[in-house]
């Protein structure tokens, strides 16, 4: 009657596994049970899959006029028609390939200004530190989106990767500041002490010893990045400043709204693709919130 | 406190030499000649005042001088007052027509911007912690952030505009009535400014209030709440204390994320062709009149930096540690 429950466990025990391994599995556990991480990987997950596989099924130019004008969404144009008849699905899949191209592509850029020099400066400290923090300073108090109109209005010629490569120099910032706050905690650390003593360079301590040990803070500022580089996108888009000769959501609601499908009532040309930003954007959100459950024990709901 | 308010000072006065320096750059360092290309476009039909217009150009930019001479009297016409005459309305000087529509912009913003921060915090606070509440305004939050200004814009454009018939969609006020301080007219501003207010105030509003949200929970478990709650405090109370707590990141972040609300208000105002800084921004980039373009830029870079200043000293009134700190205990 002595028996306790945790004593019959005890000699069931599995082998015991490297630290590395059981910590891995152990966030598998949470993940697979988080409903936020899961609906919004889900979604995210889908419309990737639309976007990469549904420009092979649509024809190769979205913008062509191909059927009838203003037609309602039916069984032959699912999202319908707009006024020239181009047919709205097959703009729709192309300018989610597009909107996925310019989150990595923007969001890549940012990121990697970011974090560089959040590492830098939490690490190095002092004066380097100092000029760092003025320079993050400045230009998270420049409103991004204005500069960006600005200096893309005087473009002739705009791509993607060129329209990424401005939005990533804007908006970095705020990632810089977070990175180096959490480097800052870990840069007094024991074992990067130690890995300072034995001479390594700056570098190879960020990479090796540092940035390991934020990697899933790192993961979920890239998420965050991503998604507001797309809704900046969207935004230069709606202005008139996005990829020339190209397709993307925001041109679509650009078009939409130039050719007055508003007064038209023709809802379903501006409908789907700001319904496709938004639900790619949000998803993007509420799976950084479930990540966040996952990697943090203190918020985890058991 | 001086110190504060000096280093803060500091860090805009950067600011805006930097944001005048890309403005003085961005036309001089792009491939091409926009000068040149800026004036062949524009659609100028009269051959003498494109030769005006020309050499007032070469002058301003001042082409055959060098540099940092271009440099310096770009600085001194600035504290003129001088930003150049517009290409669309030439010969209108570019600050009288952005004085012109900034009022606008200003009527939506400032309103949308101030109630949607009381209210999502407000939101926010009631949320965290209840389980039912959480559920909901967390997603919708989340959801409400990744809108983008313009889409719910054109939703509630055509919902309440066009299907229902309640708000006009466009304009800042009817054509038919001449600007006076009417009751009709004033009516009928405020039915314009209604509906671009409200899309501007329901997108921001889920941003503060997962903000506020997460802070509340964060000082939920803190040391003080903790203390409080063994100490019998009943909960209202501690959630009060949790409240003040959570403000002071919510102002920061309020300044922060200024500009993309102001971007905001620039895309919303497009879809509502409401007559404020966007509609202008529109109006330059079609007709190509950069310098109008680079006029609104400084307009609202000095905005920002304005607001900015006015929330910082706001935090140092909210906070009294920034006082102590920055009097007594800085180094």
Known sequence: ?302 | MWRYIGRKLAVYLLTFVVAVTINWMIPRFMPGDPVRSMLSRASISDPEALERMNSYYNEVFGLDTPLWQQYLSFWAGLFRGDLGISIMLYPEPVIDIILRSVPYTLAVLLPAIILSWIVGNRFGAFAARSKILDNTILPVGYVLTATPYMWLALLFAWAMGVVLGWFPVSGGYSYSLRPAFSGEFVWDLVMHWFLPFLSMFVVALGGWAIGMRNMIIYELEADYSNYLQALGAPRKLIRRYAFRNAMLPQITGLAVQLGTIIAGALLTEIVFNYPGLGSLILDSLTNRDFFLLQGIFLFVVVGVLIANFIIDIVYVLVDPRTRVQMTGGAA
């Open chain 1, 1 to 302: 009657m002595t028996d306790v429950a945790g004593a019959t466990g005890a000699d069931k025990a599995p082998a015991p596994e490297p630290a590395a391994e059981r910590r891995f599995s152990e966030t598998l556990h949470f993940a697979r049970r988080n409903p936020k991480l899961l609906i919004g990987s889900g979604i995210v997950l889908t419309l990737l899959f639309i976007g990469l596989i549904g420009p092979f099924f649509v024809g190769d130019d979205p913008n062509a006029y191909v059927g009838p004008q203003s037609e309602p969404p039916n069984g032959e144009y699912w999202l319908g028609t707009t006024s020239f008849g181009q047919d709205i699905w097959a703009q729709f899949v192309y300018g989610l390939r597009s909107t996925f191209l310019i989150g990595v592509f923007g969001g890549g850029v940012a990121f990697v200004i970011g974090t560089a020099i959040g590492f830098v400066a939490g690490y190095k400290g002092g004066i380097i530190d100092e000029v760092l923090n003025m320079i993050t300073n400045v230009v998270l108090v420049l409103p991004a989106m204005v500069v960006l109109i600005v200096a893309v209005a005087y473009l002739d010629a705009r791509g993607v990767f060129v329209q990424g490569l401005f939005i990533g120099l804007t908006s970095w910032p705020w990632a810089a500041r977070a990175v180096r706050s959490q480097t800052l905690s870990l840069a007094t650390r024991d074992f990067v002490d130690l890995a300072r003593l034995s001479g390594r360079r700056t570098w190879r301590i960020i990479t090796t010893e540092v940035a390991p040990n934020m990697s899933s803070y790192l993961v979920m500022t890239f998420i965050l990045l991503f998604g507001s580089a797309i809704l900046i996108a969207a935004g230069l888009d709606f202005i008139g400043l996005g990829p020339t000769n190209g397709v993307s959501l925001g041109l679509m609601l650009e078009s939409a709204v130039a050719w007055s499908a508003l007064q038209l009532q023709m809802w379903w040309w501006f409908i789907p693709p700001g319904l496709g930003i938004t639900t790619l954007v949000g998803s993007l959100y509420i799976l950084n919130v479930g990540l966040d459950e996952v990697f943090n024990p203190k918020l985890r709901e058991l």
